[in-house]
């Protein structure tokens, strides 16, 4: 069989088989692709992970760890998470480093001889940072400044902060410090002269990891598993969903690609709180009741990924959206000036495709092993 290019695979002359044989294949080497080069992106790295023993460091390391990357430092202050982390991942080229962002000599030991640095550290459970808002400007603000000029200091190449949905137009305390996060890494590129700094400073935004640690599938599994009712704000709330893989994937994309100054966006979809809970207790085969409680401190009805104000400065491909700032030096817009303005009206989790429940199910069932 001839396999046909993309502007012929509408002729009749090919059948059905064909046409899907064919698009297996494309799948196939793009996988195999991708793979490869994630493999050899991160040859001879040396990478510092912030926030290193959360859900999505240790995800993102166990993905690193299946490059060829040199070494992977852990940085958190948590020591009992870097104790069990150190039990479930054994390799050699793993390091643990106690520290605390907020702490700027021992965040600058640890970048010494770094090439990238993934900056995950956060305090960011929305009522806890609530009332303890200080505190968390000391982390997410503060400690996220201290990240820069370190970075700086030690002539990182690239820097990729995480981000978060709840950092557009900001509701609450986390949100807003997410959002001066974002400001501080896009604005480090405005004051770098690339002739003594060569330090890249992006950012990754996207929505809910589905499953993260103290998110709200295992808050609702662990409510059915104890007896209890399943406690649900308003059934009509939309929540942006991410996979952990596609997440790391994003942030993959944003080392490969950023040349300082873009936040790297997902094209995702969405989901009501109401649709998952009837996907979980279908999944747990349980029946328990739903309570209506108050919304909590803080929370939005509907997230937005993109602002009405970013969109005239956003762009996309088949996989992202990428916002450039206007002022970004010309190195920047070069390597994007390929890229199409985004045709986006809204970017809120209530506006993209909103998950059924039988997607839910089989997506939480393939993501948690459940």
């Keep these: 069989m001839i396999?046909?290019?993309?502007s012929h695979l509408l002729n009749r002359e090919f059948s059905f088989l064909d046409k899907l044989l064919y698009y297996v294949i494309i799948i196939i080497r793009n996988t195999i692709v991708v793979k490869l080069k994630n493999?050899?992106?991160?040859?001879?790295k040396k990478i510092l992970i912030t926030g290193g023993t959360g859900s999505l460091g240790i995800a993102l390391t166990r993905r690193l760890l299946a490059t060829e990357v040199d070494i992977i430092r852990i940085y958190s202050r948590n020591e009992s998470k870097q104790i069990s982390m150190t039990q479930e991942i054994d390799d050699s080229r793993l390091r643990f480093l106690i520290g605390d962002v907020r702490d700027k000599p021992?965040?600058?030991?640890?970048?010494?001889?770094?090439?990238?640095?993934?900056?995950?550290?956060a305090l960011k459970h929305v009522p806890i940072v609530e009332y303890n808002a200080f505190e968390s400007i000391k982390t997410n603000i503060i400690g996220s400044q201290n990240v820069v000029d370190c970075c700086l200091d030690e002539n990182i190449e690239t820097a990729i902060c995480i981000s978060t949905d709840k950092a557009v137009s900001p509701f609450n305390t986390y949100g807003a410090t997410k959002l001066l996060m974002e400001k501080l890494f896009i604005s480090a590129n405005s004051y770098v002269n690339r002739l003594d700094h060569k330090t890249k400073f992006s950012a990754v935004r996207y929505g809910n990891?589905?499953?993260?640690?103290?998110?709200?599938?295992?808050?609702f599994i662990e409510q059915i598993r104890n007896g209890k009712n399943i406690s649900i704000t308003d059934p009509e709330m939309t929540r942006f969903t991410i996979t952990m893989n596609?997440?790391?994937?994003?942030?993959?994309?944003a080392v490969e690609n950023s040349m300082g100054g873009e936040i790297f966006i997902p094209k995702l979809h969405a989901y009501k709180v109401g649709t998952l809970a009837d996907a979980i207790i279908e999944i747990e085969d349980s029946s328990p009741k739903i309570d209506r409680i108050p919304v909590r401190s803080g929370e939005k009805f509907h997230e937005f990924l993109i602002s009405v104000d970013?969109?005239?400065?956003?762009?996309?491909n088949d996989d992202v959206y990428v916002i450039l700032d206007k002022?970004?030096?010309?190195?920047?817009?070069?390597?994007?000036s390929d890229i199409k303005k985004a045709n986006l009206g809204s970017y809120?989790?209530?506006?993209?495709k909103l998950l059924e429940k039988e997607e839910l199910k089989t997506l939480i069932t393939k993501e948690l092993s459940i």
């Design 39 to 44: 493999r050899f992106m991160f040859k001879g």
């Design 348 to 352: 809120s989790s209530d506006k993209v």
């Design 209 to 219: 990891v589905l499953g993260s640690s103290n998110s709200v599938i295992p808050k």
């Design 327 to 336: 002022d970004m030096h010309s190195l920047t817009f070069s390597k994007w």
């Design 246 to 253: 596609n997440a790391i994937d994003l942030i993959f994309y």
């Design 3 to 6: 396999i046909p290019k993309n």
């Design 106 to 121: 021992r965040l600058t030991r640890a970048m010494e001889d770094i090439d990238i640095v993934i900056h995950a550290s």
């Design 310 to 316: 970013e969109i005239r400065n956003t762009y996309e």
